[in-house]
């Protein structure tokens, strides 16, 4: 791929000037046109040491308003980054809808860098680049725009450069150490970029090599490519409507088969209860020990018992580990990314505990009834949430999702119960009796996620809720024992 | 003080189960009111190692919803946060109103082990202690309750629980290299907390020191504790309405000097311009070597040039190294923090640039104008503004802070010119043409900024913005000299 690109490509002084003057009135018209438009791009620049990354960029943002990019610096992970999923500081800094992000080096450090200087096994690059894959293809979905830059020059060029920086103080530590190791090993990282920009080129993230040995050549090639990207981010029609599936009538639900006549007797509950909870605490510790995250999903229908669950969970949990997360409707910045932002946000780190009361399934729950979310929307979020849990135990995460359910009657009872008791009046609202009405708007929604994302990595726990104290000791159990089952 | 401490203190397992139970149902309670209240609470917790913090504030937190308090477990700096002023990280971490956030550790490390093990200057140390004073109180004039815990062991009793700590593999990691090194310095340690509570104790942020020997005393008296602090903030007033303060009428004003005659001609603007635009370039990467972070804000009356001097400032500059910041009205997590919150968020770190186009200053603008903030809180704002920026540039940033300003006639000239030029036409708003009517009522709020926040390590420049090119070419040049004022 590399070796067709045309290094010695030069544009004159002229010809740039009068090309440039269109491009960046048109630029800064696109960059007016994108934020009604409310999709987002992202612009990814990678390219050698010394190749102008800063140079060609800044003259690319000069007509735009600054007001409306931001440039993210990608360094080497930190400590604290390596304690989350890999991908998790690329999501963070995702662009709000309307807005660019630019990725000055990106998420491909880690075929690049990571791979040379590290040594990444053939099986790890793969994971990696599939990892990447998904990420770009999650952004385009949502309606993001992704462009890819390379900046390409010869190593004898980087040489050349790499002697002028030297000569003034205020570039020279440009050029540092670690920089003329990578000089030397020009020739491997040539062979591992060739691979990189053949394995992650796709129509959704496209690469655009650009022959940097001269400065006005890469810059308008680039500026042709953005504006290009621009206007496709312009005209792209929000994410939502790019088809329509049907869903076929749902015949049976795992629902069905959930036997709620489950009990147990308050004997058994006082004596099994306090174990449990002690035990809890201990594989607390443990896992903090051996460094391993644990995530736990609640979700279920209104007055199942999930705040009851959460609270004798982590009674004994040491508060110090463990964070509660409550999920409500997006709000503020929350609402201007991807759905799954705010929960990459949320994780726990190595050694944590994040307990979420309700979830990323509010995109194929609630999100899918009340429709704020369209019909390829939430259909594609069973793939997507399924990519999400696998990247979070590929990362070694323990996951674990309950869904408490209970009778219709019993939901009734206890909202009643509620009406009469001052002291839990406050928990009922009446959005809890709306809800009540759309049961039957929920099943069939209920049922697809519980099968459809009910993985080997990350199942599904029906808790049966119609006792209580059941399915309190039913949720302890079940996190010890897969919390057991994770550690050495 | 901390001889004073009973370490005997025991309570009975029966007199413990009486006082709790009572106890637990109140805080339950008094928590669920806090959310309407709108008044966060800060609970710091600080205590030697093995002195039983974790198991205290499980007990404590037990009949709480966990999704109402979140815990921060603080670290030593990472190398991430050593590159921003060392409030921030904890800045970042308050609670939303209604809330509760638990710091296990917290800012009193710094006069803990980073003054034991670091050796920190008696001058260092002063200076430390007022920055937490500072902290402390702009958080309680916010509306928050800061209750801060000290649980006390003595070190024989330390000795002891090491012991038994180091017999479950779940827990031996608990007591490692470091936590025996500081039980041999238990005694200087001693010294440096009797100093720390006696110099932070305050009404609004008081020490409670528990004697921790017994569980069930250190866990009563803090659940005791937490219940009053839980009562003041459920009682407190909005921390609006604590007084009432005038402002006299304003006979003069800084801008009343102002020369708006000042032009430039455009032979001296296009040769004056890039060399400006380079050196400020230049200015930048030494910037970056050297560890310098930049703070500049813009703010001035509408059509007054702000955009452009922005667009011009940062032409020739590093896009990867600086960031300009739109500022509006504060949304979603930004309206339920104090004021400042976000704008610790988006503090550069070392070696970048953060250009806001508008800022903390609406405190004093926009929300004294449009009653948004009450009076004594936009008074306070003037001295906790100061307060601010002084963190700032004590940690080496240099603060820039360009006020543009026109006259009458010219803005109105502005305005009607973008009416009729399409390419203009977006940047004017209808809310553009009411604050022009509000002209009289920003005049005294800008002037008492200007001369009550122009302070000698952060002062304003006004900059005469009748003629566009003259005021590009004074924020241009300004920049440069301070910066180049402020470099080795």
Redesign the interface.
């Given at each position: 791929m590399l070796e067709t690109v045309d290094l010695k490509a030069r544009v004159s002084r002229s010809e740039y000037e009068k090309a440039m003057e269109p491009l960046d009135l048109e630029l800064g018209?696109l960059q007016?046109d994108l934020r009604p438009s409310g999709n987002p791009i992202v612009i990814v620049l990678e390219g050698w040491d010394a190749s102008g990354?800063?140079t060609v960029?800044?003259r690319l943002?000069?007509p735009l308003?600054?007001?409306g990019?931001?440039?993210v610096?990608v360094l080497a992970s930190?400590?604290?980054q390596l304690r989350f999923p890999p991908m998790r500081r690329f999501w963070l800094e995702t662009p709000s809808r309307g807005f660019i992000t630019?990725y000055?080096r990106s998420w491909y450090r880690q075929v690049l860098e990571e791979r040379i200087e590290d040594g990444l096994s053939r099986r790890r690059l793969e994971v990696v680049l599939e990892r990447i894959r998904r990420f770009e293809r999650m952004l385009d979905d949502d309606g993001t725009v992704v462009l890819k830059f390379f900046l390409h020059i010869s190593k004898k060029e980087q040489a050349a450069r790499f002697k002028a920086l030297s000569k003034d103080p205020?570039?020279a530590?440009k050029v540092g150490k670690e920089e003329r190791r990578r000089h030397k090993r020009y020739p491997e990282y040539l062979e591992a970029i060739e691979e990189m920009l053949a394995e992650t080129s796709a129509p959704c993230a496209p690469w655009v090599v650009l022959a940097a040995t001269d400065e006005r050549h890469a810059t308008l090639r680039a500026a042709e490519a953005l504006s290009a990207a621009m206007k496709r981010a312009v005209e792209r029609k929000p994410a939502a409507g790019d088809g329509i599936l049907t869903v076929p009538v749902r015949k049976s639900s795992p629902l069905d088969r959930v036997d709620l006549a489950q009990s147990i007797s308050d004997k058994e509950y006082d004596k099994a209860l306090p174990k449990l909870q002690q035990e809890a605490r201990?594989l607390q510790?443990?896992c903090?020990?051996e460094r391993k995250p644990v995530v736990i999903v609640f979700e279920g229908w209104d007055a199942a018992g999930k705040?009851g669950a959460?609270?004798r969970l982590?009674?004994?949990?040491?508060?110090?580990g463990?964070?509660?997360?409550?999920v409500s409707a997006p709000?503020?910045?929350?609402k201007t990314h991807h759905y799954l932002w705010r929960f990459w946000r949320e994780l726990p780190k190595t050694g944590h505990f994040a307990?979420f009361?309700r979830s990323w399934y509010g995109r194929v729950l609630v999100e899918r009834v009340e429709k704020f979310a369209s019909e390829p929307e939430w259909e594609r979020a069973y793939r997507e949430i399924n990519e999400f849990e696998q990247e979070l135990t590929d990362f070694g995460a323990v996951v674990i999702k309950f869904f408490l359910h209970l009778s219709r009657e019993e939901q009734l009872e206890r909202f009643n119960q509620r009406e009469q008791e001052p002291?839990k009046r406050?928990k009922l609202t009446p959005e809890d009796w709306r809800n009540r009405e759309k049961w039957d708007d929920y099943w069939v929604p209920v049922s697809d996620m519980l099968e459809k994302t009910s993985t080997l990595h990350a199942p599904w726990t029906i808790v049966e809720g119609n006792d209580k104290r059941f399915a309190r000791i039913k949720v302890l159990r079940t996190v010890n024992d897969r919390i057991k089952a994770a550690l050495k």
């Open positions: 018209q007016r990354k800063g960029l800044n943002l000069q308003d600054p007001r990019f931001t440039v610096n930190s400590k604290d630019i000055n205020a570039y530590w201990r510790h443990l903090y020990f705040g959460i609270r982590v009674y004994q949990l040491d508060p110090r463990y964070d509660v997360v409550p709000q503020g910045e929350e307990i009361d002291h406050w």
